[in-house]
Structure formats: structure tokens, C-alpha cells
């Protein structure tokens, strides 16, 4: 009988130090591990900014590491410039007295009705400072200038845009939008985007997902790009060295925009204003 009690004992006592064992390996229960992941916002239907209108992006300059339209493998020539932090990945770093040059594709030459949106980081501007334009080998102005232009404070800048209608002849149309007031534009991530309706011959232009202005030409329409050869990224087109127009050299009044441009994308179409908008909201999310 003292046997059987020591074994019976034995063997609670190591059924107790396996319990023990099991239970100081086991995790504890965590009822938040088990819930679904909560699902990221949407803009407009859009959770990320490559769902937006696919087919009707012609051109995309994402800057990450190299200077290529990603679409037509078109090839971009820095002077000056660099890479750093993007508003999504990288963006082009253009210093002072410094611009990114690239043939036009094809398919920005054959555009007609568009939508172009772009991001800089900036800091106050002293001087007319060209962010993106579609060259004019002729004229003063570019067939497409965005800049912000001299005139700014330390809270507010002022943002124009210029479309031209012919790339081929001196005597076209041009179309004025803008000086508009924006607000706190300097030293942080903002967004323009510019639409042109041919059917109608709208411009509107869009600062940070928000519509800053709507023009219609009379007699604007057609619009022709197609002898539009060059395009330049950072700067005006008389500011770089050669200029790439024949009208004028550089300006005292103008220059680089000393920061970061990023997301240079060129649509076929023109995108709905909730359609800007979600592009402004999902790559301000970096998606």
C-alpha cells in the first residue's frame, strides 16, 4: 500500500510540473490578434493612385532613381539635380540654377483634351519658379508652363498657369490662369493639376485636391502639340543653358524651383475633380 500511495504521488506531482511547463510556453489569449486588419481608406472608390484612370496615363516621371517617363522609356537629362525624399519613393532634387530636360513622348504631342498633376516641396521662391513646362522652341512662354510666380509672402504663394495652342506657330492662342493666392505653400508637399477640356476649351486648374480656378477661351480649340519637342522639369524654358526657345535667354526674374519635384503625371483626359482629388489624397498617403 506505501508503494502504490509514493507512485500515485510521483505522478501527480509530475502531471502538476508538466502543467506548469505547458502553460508557462503557452501565449496568452489576445483577442485583438484574431480581429481583421482594418481596411485602408478609399478616395472616391480609389485605394491607390495607379487604380486612377490607367489607360489614359500616356506619361509618368515617378523619379525614383532614374529620370525616365516609366511609360515611353523616354530619357530625361539632369543638370544640377539629384534625388532625395519623395512625396512617394524619391523625388527630383533641383537645387539653384539647376533643371531636368526630356524629348516630349509622342503621346503628349498628340494630347488634345489633358490633365497634368504634379508635387513640389519648396522653399519661398525668389523668382518666378517653373515647376513643369511643355517647351515652345519660338516663343517666350511654353506651350505649358505651371510656376509659381514673384509676388509671394511668407504664408501665401501665387500660382499661375499658362497654355498655349500651337506648338508650331508664334501666332496662336494663349490661355491665362491665375495669379491665385494659395495658402502655405512653402516647405512642405503641395499638389497642381491642371485639366484642359478641348471640347470646350476649359482650364482648370486644381491646388491640392481643390479646384483654384476655371477659364474658358473662345476659340481656343484645337489644341496642337505636335512640333513640341522638348519639355523641361524645375525651371522656365528661357532659363535653361542653351534656352530652349529662341525668343529670349535667361530671365533675372526667374528661376529653379530649389527643391523637390515628384509624381509628374500626364493623362489623355480630363479627370473629374473627385478623380484629382483622390490622386491628391492617395499620394499624399504615398499610394
Not at 491640392?208 to 524645375?234: E, H, I
Not at 543653358?241 to 480630363?270: F, H, M
Amino acid at each position: 500500500m506505501k508503494t502504490i500511495k509514493h507512485i500515485t504521488l510521483a505522478l501527480a506531482i509530475t502531471g502538476a510540473a508538466l502543467g506548469l511547463t505547458l502553460s508557462s510556453c503557452q501565449k496568452s489569449f489576445d483577442p485583438k490578434s484574431y480581429a481583421p486588419s482594418k481596411p485602408l481608406p478609399t478616395f472616391s472608390g480609389y485605394s491607390n493612385s495607379k487604380d486612377i484612370e490607367p489607360a489614359s496615363l500616356i506619361a509618368y516621371w515617378p523619379f525614383n532613381g532614374n529620370l525616365n517617363d516609366s511609360l515611353s522609356s523616354t530619357t530625361g537629362t539632369g543638370t544640377g539635380t539629384a534625388f532625395s525624399a519623395g512625396v512617394k519613393g524619391q523625388g527630383l532634387q533641383i537645387p539653384a540654377n539647376s533643371y531636368m530636360v526630356t524629348n516630349t513622348p509622342d503621346a503628349v504631342k498628340a494630347l488634345h483634351s489633358f490633365t497634368i498633376s504634379t508635387w513640389v516641396n519648396m522653399p519661398i521662391n525668389t523668382g518666378a519658379a517653373g515647376i513643369v513646362s511643355v517647351a515652345h522652341s519660338q516663343n517666350f512662354w511654353g506651350n505649358f508652363d505651371i510656376f509659381f510666380d514673384n509676388g509671394g509672402s511668407a504664408t501665401k504663394g501665387v500660382l499661375k498657369v499658362h497654355v498655349f495652342n500651337s506648338s508650331g506657330s508664334t501666332t496662336g492662342k494663349d490661355a491665362w490662369e491665375g495669379g491665385y493666392s494659395v495658402a502655405n505653400p512653402w516647405g512642405t508637399w503641395t499638389q497642381v493639376a491642371v485639366t484642359y477640356d478641348d471640347s470646350s476649351s476649359t482650364v482648370t486648374v486644381y491646388y491640392n485636391g481643390s479646384v483654384a480656378g476655371t477659364n474658358t477661351v473662345s476659340g481656343f480649340a484645337p489644341l496642337d502639340w505636335s512640333k513640341a519637342t522638348q519639355m523641361v522639369f524645375g525651371t522656365l524654358q528661357f532659363q535653361t543653358n542653351p534656352s530652349l526657345t529662341s525668343a529670349t535667354g535667361s530671365q533675372g526674374w526667374a528661376a529653379s524651383v530649389n527643391g523637390v519635384v515628384d509624381q509628374v503625371r500626364i493623362y489623355n483626359k480630363v479627370l473629374s475633380s473627385s478623380e484629382v482629388s483622390a490622386l491628391y489624397n492617395l499620394e499624399k498617403l504615398g499610394r
